[in-house]
């Protein structure tokens, strides 16, 4: 009878440690090239309109807007302004397919009165007005249809140059985020524009030292905005070398909260978000770098959090999806990059990794990491001298 039950002891020993097995890991499969864009300096964005893509930057200093279809065939291209410098910088697409475009223009130039002098120019040669990034100080929202018509321009001028980052909208309007710079102010910014093109006042966040990345309107017409800060906002002290942000603003544009970061000796950034507050940033300590994605509650309270080896910003899209330069093994994944290579990685509900997908090597920048009814997950990045377009390979 004892050998009968020392057997079953053993065989238990022997049996349980496969049933509570390691996971397998999960294999990263290649993205496939759908098309190229464009080179580095003339892509700042792209956006998914059904099967189409829209493309905005700006091409020999001036704003542009192009659309192309699923296989690269452009479809229409638009100079979006006459002046001597613009940019277009952040983009989304309404329900009926109409694009709203944010950039930055020249403030216009007021003629003087009075009497002129001629200036010298003997060969009478064509002097081009010389026009500076510091010049770009007029917040500029374009509308262009769906088959690339210019619908409507509206400007804010500012006292500061102005970039913006990120837009979204609803029935009410839209809401922008960004950058405003000058001599003694960097500082991020909201903006709302209502359905009639009436700009709000806007409101700045921060004074010295702060960047807002990235907004998303919320169930109750607030704002959820995210990105950096090295100084006080609403009251909330810096914690460590540079925190990252999460500011929430009432529909009237009035702060009701700040959340930071408390790394003490680190720098933090939050990069991006969705409407279903998922959060992408990075992470630097030291000599170590890492990206970090958050799932949030509406009351930011973190509903599941990782961090992996990588380097730059991390960019999420939809509940599920984030996408970073990655450049060390990561234990769920059959990986292990030489060197930084763009990697998505899609979560489940519960923030457990279920699938991974790469770029090949050599696209050391990202652009952006979207999601396509159409064509699922959309990956944007940048070699040295190109920008194309992956999507998931389902073959």
Known sequence: MKRLIALFVISF????????AVPKKITVNPLKLLTTIGSPTEVSGVVVSGKNFIVIGTQDSKAYVRALDSNGNELWKLQLDQSQASIASAAVVDGVGDIWIAGATPVAAVTPTGTTTASINPDNAIIPTSTFISDLKTLTIWKVSSVGTLLSTNSLPMSNSVLPTSITLDDSGLAIVGS?????INAGFINFMNSSGLFSKTLQIGSASTTIESVTRNSDKTFTLVGSSAETIAGKKLAGLIDGIIIKVTKSLKITSVVRSSISKGKRIWNST??????????????????????????????????????GPAFTSGSTQLLFLSNAAIPE???????????????????????????????????????????????????????????????
């Open 13 to 20: 020993l022997v049996i349980t440690p496969n049933a509570q």
């Open 180 to 184: 405003i710079a000058g001599e003694k």
């Open 274 to 311: 969705t409407s279903s507050l998922l959060l992408g940033g990075e992470v630097v300590v030291g000599k170590k770098s890492e990206v970090a994605v958050t799932k949030f509650s509406s009351r930011y309270v973190p509903t599941w959090t990782h961090r992996y080896p990588g380097t």
């Open 333 to 395: 994944l059959v990986w292990n990059p030489k060197t930084p290579t763009a990697l998505l990685i899609t979560f489940n509900s519960k923030g457990v990794i279920s699938a991974a997908e790469n770029a090949p090597a050599g696209q050391r920048l990202l652009v952006g990491s979207l999601e396509s009814k159409d064509l699922g997950p959309v990956v944007v990045t940048s070699s040295a001298d190109i920008v194309s377009i992956f999507i998931r390979n389902t073959r």
